[in-house]
């Protein structure tokens, strides 16, 4: 089931932080498979659940593992244990704002630890663009909008 994408950087639903999830059950599995079917479908590199109108710490990546392979993830309560001191520069964009682009700093490695869909504890160490991901999606969690930190915002070509 492709959901509804909310957009616009003022949109209430996008500005709150989410709360923690509580019980994974089989409706949540259900929407875990949604949001990645979302986010396939609008090619995106990742959604945050609030950015489909769900105000919970909810994130699926496309993890980019290699040249040609990628993989779908559910991050729940995800958090960032440790961050590398180096930080690269670089556009993003946001399906929620959509026809923008900007550079923002990230760190460039990240550890994540979080609850995968059974509910089992796991870490994982991230670079490149799927550091970069992660931590755009954890913002989304937060209420925080990639042009908060852009520099250099420009209509997306
Ligand atoms: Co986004």
Redesign the pocket.
């Known amino acids: 089931m492709i959901l509804k994408i909310e957009t616009g950087e003022q949109n209430p639903i996008l500005r709150q932080k989410s709360a923690a999830v509580s019980k994974i059950d089989k409706k949540f599995k259900k929407f875990l498979k949604a949001m990645v079917e979302t986010m396939l479908a609008k090619d995106?590199v990742?959604?945050?659940a609030p950015?489909v109108g769900v105000n919970e710490r909810i994130v699926v990546l496309n993890l980019r593992i290699d040249k040609k392979k990628w993989q779908t993830i559910a991050l729940v309560n995800p958090i960032i244990l440790d961050a590398s001191v180096a930080t690269i520069c670089d556009d993003?964009?946001?399906?929620?704002?959509p026809g923008i682009v900007g550079e923002v700093e990230r760190f460039a490695t990240a550890t994540v630890k979080f609850l995968d869909e059974n509910g089992a504890t796991r870490i994982l160490e991230l670079e490149g663009l799927n550091a970069r991901a992660i931590q755009?999606?954890i913002?989304?969690l937060d209420g925080v909008?990639?042009t908060d930190r852009a520099t250099k915002i420009r209509k997306d070509k």
């Open positions: 995106g990742g959604l945050a950015q993003e964009g946001c399906l929620s704002l755009h999606e913002d989304h909008l990639f």
